[in-house]
């Protein structure tokens, strides 16, 4: 080595260290933790010597960690030594007073992070967003106003530009509409039912679609979607933009129809 670089324990030293999604922490991980929680020391890689740290520990999770226990996928002994004081914050769904205030939040923080505007959510936009189930909690809505804030063109946020995913436990796609698709949804549906308020048939385009082929359909929607800015795509998507570039050049050759920039705007005029 040629530099010495300190670990996330030690450089919080003196402060608080965040452990997010401890649930997902390997057993093997877990012990090693749980030893330096017990002795506030850790053994710096190369080391000879222990190191004192003081530091307080915040860890979070968003499954049931006494199932978890008993699962076998987290220790019984980390579990109490983490759980002095247990917070629970409740579904983004069960506090929906809180929707509105978030999304006004992440549409200031996307428009500044993205250089435009921050704009307004107009009545209809603000209602499609308190009546939608959020099952993906605030990391959903944070990503919903990222696409908005990207996707939107006039002098406000409209309904239109909240693309939501569809959810299958509230019996609707969260895109209404004729013809609507959302940019994660990967298939068009028409979000029609049945006389017995059934959705009707082709609401569930996905079934019988490989994993690759439901990749591909997002990767094109998402760009109809931003009319063929990959750099907004690959925002939308959560990938790099050379991972984006990489699957494009992949499907033209295999003879996809792979939207180009300001293409679709030339075939609107």
């Given at each position: 080595a040629v530099a010495r670089r300190i670990g996330k324990f030690e450089e919080a030293n003196g402060g608080t260290l965040l452990l997010d999604e401890i649930s997902e922490m390997d057993p093997h991980l877990q012990a090693k933790l749980l030893r330096v929680i017990q002795e506030r020391e850790i053994d710096r890689v190369g080391g000879t010597q222990p190191i004192k740290v003081d530091i307080r520990l915040i860890a979070t999770s968003n499954r049931d960690l006494e199932q978890a226990i008993r699962d076998g996928t987290m220790r019984e002994d980390l579990f109490y030594r983490l759980n002095v004081v247990n917070i629970e914050v409740p579904a983004l769904r069960n506090r929906p007073q809180d929707i509105e205030f978030l999304a006004e939040h992440f549409t200031a923080k996307y428009a500044d992070a993205?250089?435009?505007?921050?704009?307004?959510?107009?009545?209809?936009?603000?209602?499609?967003?308190?009546?939608?189930?959020?099952?993906?909690?605030?990391?959903?809505?944070?990503?919903?106003?990222?696409?908005?804030?990207?996707?939107?063109?006039?002098?406000?946020?409209?309904?239109?530009?909240?693309?939501?995913?569809?959810?299958?436990?509230?019996?609707?796609?969260?895109?209404?509409?004729?013809?609507?698709a959302g940019a994660e949804g990967g298939t068009r549906t028409n979000g029609a039912a049945d006389a017995n308020g059934q959705p009707a048939a082709g609401q569930f385009g996905l079934v019988g679609q490989t994993v690759a082929e439901v990749e591909r359909d997002l990767i094109i929607e998402?760009?109809?979607?931003?009319?063929?800015?990959?750099?907004?795509?690959?925002?939308?998507?959560?990938?790099?933009?050379?991972t984006l570039r990489n699957k494009l050049k992949q499907y033209t050759g295999e003879g996809v129809s792979v939207p180009m920039p300001g293409e679709l705007d030339r075939a609107a005029l």
């Open positions: 993205n250089g435009v505007p921050a704009l307004p959510l107009s009545d209809a936009a603000r209602q499609k967003l308190r009546s939608h189930a959020w099952r993906g909690n605030v990391r959903e809505l944070e990503n919903t106003m990222h696409r908005a804030v990207l996707l939107a063109t006039g002098e406000e946020i409209s309904a239109d530009m909240i693309v939501l995913t569809f959810d299958a436990n509230h019996g609707q796609g969260a895109n209404s509409g004729a013809g609507s998402t760009l109809h979607h931003c009319l063929g800015n990959r750099t907004h795509a690959a925002n939308i998507l959560g990938i790099s933009i050379r």
